[in-house]
């Protein structure tokens, strides 16, 4: 008798243990599916939905804008849209380094204010991306460029924060 509770004690913890492995919670977090670039993306680069897959992680990884699928034709939302910045193969895609491809996509801007901002949205991708020796290099170019950029500034006094720890 007592082999027998013995071995449904272990099959019932077996069976917990494979459900919380393969459950879609991971670590007490949700997971997201969220839109990555199946290729490198130049600047500039008008979305096709050959260029686009998905990626399952946790919530908690998901970098902020970026474009989560809930059905499969959400995969078709950035289609069409220019990317502002470059775009690695495997990084998240999201709405802040994505223009309208009426607009021009790769502007080759005269004016400081406008390669100010360039420069700073090249930077936020890197700083998503924890290449922070990356986004300091832009977004100093960005305060050179521009030295009322406040965003710019902001990033980096968060990275030297992040960096100070």
């Given at each position: 008798m007592w082999?027998?509770?013995?071995?449904?004690?272990?099959?019932?913890?077996?069976?917990?243990?494979?459900?919380?492995?393969?459950?879609?919670?991971e670590s007490g977090r949700d997971v997201i599916h969220v839109i990555v670039?199946?290729?490198?993306?130049?600047?500039?680069?008008?979305l096709t939905e050959d260029m686009l897959e998905t990626?399952?992680?946790?919530?908690?990884?998901?970098?902020?804008?970026?474009i989560e699928v809930r059905m499969m034709t959400d995969i078709k939302l950035p289609v069409g849209l220019a990317t502002a910045v470059r775009i690695n193969k495997g990084d998240q895609v999201t709405q802040n380094c994505l223009v309208s491809s009426g607009a021009k996509a790769a502007p080759e801007a005269a004016d400081s204010k406008t390669r100010s901002r360039d420069h700073y949205?090249?930077?936020?991708?890197?700083?998503?991306?924890?290449?922070?020796?990356?986004?300091?290099?832009?977004?100093?170019?960005?305060?050179?460029?521009?030295?009322?950029?406040?965003?710019?500034?902001?990033?980096?006094?968060?990275?030297?924060?992040?960096t100070a720890k």
């Open positions: 082999r027998n509770i013995a071995a449904s004690v272990i099959v019932v913890t077996a069976i917990a243990a494979a459900w919380y492995a393969f459950s879609p919670v670039a199946r290729q490198d993306l130049p600047k500039g680069t008008v990626r399952t992680l946790p919530r908690a990884y998901a970098q902020q804008g970026a949205q090249e930077g936020l991708k890197y700083f998503q991306n924890s290449n922070y020796q990356a986004a300091v290099s832009e977004w100093r170019q960005a305060v050179k460029l521009d030295p009322a950029n406040k965003d710019a500034a902001a990033g980096l006094e968060r990275v030297r924060q992040i």
